[in-house]
């Protein structure tokens, strides 16, 4: 997909960044990650939006956790299933994506970025909820989500989240 850079304008719900951490334990470990972002691909509505520098974090982490051929494998595949973004060197990967993807939400296991403190302190610069995949996982109504932002009934699921 295209870079794009839409910081100007407001977050958008349907566009979602997972933090190294989460993509890493998607592909690794399954559980909670995996649930939040199948809710992603169970879509084509919905749009999973990542830096370079992010997948670069979070393919070491799998080249780190398990081998380097997964890891280059993984990258392969998920640099066509997000869309990318360009932020300044420097600015942390997740945050610098959801900021320039206009995502509305950013799934992390980081507890410093996820503490109502940090969320209350970014909001004045940016439209975001950071949170677990759990609560993300927990909290995703498809349906709900589309009515909201496309005109006519939510059609159900029309993508293979394993596919």
């Known amino acids: 997909m295209a870079d794009s850079d839409h910081s100007g304008e407001s977050a958008d719900p349907t566009r979602v960044v997972a933090d190294a951490d989460v993509l890493a334990a998607d592909l690794l470990v399954g559980g909670p990650a995996r649930e939040a972002l199948d809710c992603l691909r169970a879509h084509s509505w919905m749009t ?15 080249a780190d956790l398990a081998d380097a051929d997964l890891a280059a494998d993984w990258r392969e595949r998920i640099g066509r299933d997000r869309e990318s973004v360009d932020h300044p ?3 942390h990967p997740g945050l610098a994506s959801a900021y320039r993807g206009r995502a509305a939400h950013l799934l992390t296991y980081d507890e410093g970025l996820s503490s109502a403190g940090a969320n209350l302190s970014l909001q004045p610069h940016l439209q975001v909820s950071i949170r677990p995949p759990d609560a993300f996982a927990r909290l995703f109504d498809a349906a709900a989500l589309y009515e909201a932002t496309h005109d006519g009934a939510y059609p159900g699921p029309d993508c293979d989240p394993r596919g």
């Open 48 to 62: 999973l939006v990542a830096s370079d520098p992010l997948l670069d974090d979070a393919e070491a982490i799998v």
């Open 89 to 91: 060197a420097g600015d």
